[in-house]
T-cell receptor, first 110, second 109 residues
Framework: NAGVTQTPKFRVLKTGQSMTLLCAQD?????MYWYRQDPGMGLRLIHY???????AKGEVPDGYNVSRLKKQNFLLGLESAAPSQTSVYFC?????????FGQGTRLTVV | GQQLNQSPQSMFIQEGEDVSMNCTSS?????WLWYKQDPGEGPVLLIA?????ELTSNGRLTAQFGITRKDSFLNISASIPSDVGIYFC?????????FGDGTTLTVKP
C-alpha cells in the first residue's frame, strides 16, 4: 500500500524556470493538499482540493497553480520559479479526518 | 485567515516525565488533529478529534478537543527517547487544514 507518493524527491531549479510536482494517492480520498514547510516553521497551506475537478486557494497561493483532473492525482505547478520558493513541499490526502502525508519534495531555486 | 498559536515552542525534558502542549485559535474548527514529524519525513497522524469536549487516547498520548472548539491539548505520559520530534496541531474547517508552528520535543535519557 503506497499511500501518498510525491515525485520528484529533490529538484534544483534556476530562477524563472517552471516545473510540476506530482502527488498520487491510492486511498480513494476526496481531499488533497499542498503545503510548504520552511526551516523551523510549521506547514503553510498553498492550495487544496475537496474533490476531483475542484481546487481552492490556501494561505500562500501566489506563484503556484494546481490541478485535480483525476481523483488520485494533485499537481502543483510553478510557472516562474523564484528563490523565495525554495522550500520542502508536502502533499497530503484525507478522507475527511486526519491526513496522510507524502515524503516531501525538497526544492531549491538558485 | 485562520491562525493557530501552539505552545510551547520547544521542550527539554527528562526521560519518564510527562509532557503537555496546546493550541489555541481565534477561529472555531470542526476537527482537531495532532501530528508528529521526524527529521526528513512527512508528518504522521497521532490523534484525531471530531467533537467538542472529546477526550481521546492513543497509548501514552491523550488529546482533548476544547469545549469552545477553539483549542486543543496533547499530553504525553512517561516520555521515552523515541518521543523526540516536532509535534504539530492542526485545525480543520470546511476541508481546509491550518497548522500550528510546532513544538520541538527533546528527551534526555
Amino acid at each position: 500500500n503506497a499511500g501518498v507518493t510525491q515525485t520528484p524527491k529533490f529538484r534544483v531549479l534556476k530562477t524563472g524556470q517552471s516545473m510540476t510536482l506530482l502527488c498520487a494517492q491510492d486511498m480513494n480520498h476526496e481531499y488533497m493538499y499542498w503545503y510548504r514547510q520552511d526551516p523551523g516553521m510549521g506547514l503553510r497551506l498553498i492550495h487544496y482540493s475537496v474533490g476531483e475537478g475542484t481546487t481552492a486557494k490556501g494561505e500562500v497561493p501566489d506563484g503556484y497553480n494546481v490541478s485535480r483532473l483525476k481523483k488520485q492525482n494533485f499537481l502543483l505547478g510553478l510557472e516562474s520559479a523564484a528563490p523565495s520558493q525554495t522550500s520542502v513541499y508536502f502533499c497530503a490526502s484525507s478522507g475527511g479526518g486526519g491526513a496522510f502525508f507524502g515524503q516531501g519534495t525538497r526544492l531549491t531555486v538558485v | 485567515g485562520q491562525q493557530l498559536n501552539q505552545s510551547p515552542q520547544s521542550m527539554f525534558i527528562q526521560e519518564g516525565e510527562d509532557v503537555s502542549m496546546n493550541c489555541t485559535s481565534s477561529s472555531i474548527f470542526n476537527t482537531w488533529l495532532w501530528y508528529k514529524q521526524d527529521p526528513g519525513e512527512g508528518p504522521v497522524l497521532l490523534i484525531a478529534l471530531y467533537k467538542a469536549g472529546e477526550l481521546t487516547s492513543n497509548g501514552r498520548l491523550t488529546a482533548q478537543f476544547g469545549i469552545t472548539r477553539k483549542d486543543s491539548f496533547l499530553n504525553i505520559s512517561a516520555s521515552i527517547p523515541s518521543d523526540v520530534g516536532i509535534y504539530f496541531c492542526a485545525g480543520t474547517y470546511a476541508g481546509k487544514s491550518t497548522f500550528g508552528d510546532g513544538t520541538t520535543l527533546t528527551v534526555k535519557p
